[in-house]
């Protein structure tokens, strides 16, 4: 089974309220065909920085967050993981306020994940950014794990 860190996105779209946005409605339908075909054919993991961000903002909403990511392993945020996490926040040019997201990105090349899983389409699954990530792991030998929507890891037909 492929590994899959599991991206706070993925948690809010499965509880949030369907949007008006018909944009984020897709995606959120499309989150949860994923989660209720295709999960079960991956090891999924998470992280403090999931559950810190999960837990943020309407409490009845932070409930049901929780509520779906109460049984997956939690990857531990260690010093390295700082450390990459800073070195792609520059590399990446992520604002202060979405440093998070250069922490997801360290747990999932230092725990060799295969996917990382997630909506953010601006910091992390976007062509630019990613072809930013892929040259500076290359020149460090660093892992890389594939950095997908739900969309992109549902099966082809």
Known sequence: MAKI????TIPSYLAARPSRDIIVAAQQQIT?????TYRSQHDIFIS????????AGDRIASKRRMAILDKFPLLKISDSVIKLAEKYALLLEIPERAKVDAIHLSLAVAYEMDYLLTWNCKHLAHGEVRMKIHQY???????????????????RG
Request: include cysteine; charged fraction near 30%.
């Open 5 to 8: 860190y599991l991206e706070t």
């Open 137 to 155: 792991n290359g020149r460090h030998a660093m892992y890389e794990p594939m950095i997908v929507t739900p969309l992109e890891l549902m099966e």
């Open 48 to 55: 403090e920085a999931v559950l810190e961000e999960c837990q």
């Open 32 to 36: 949860r065909d994923w989660w209720e």
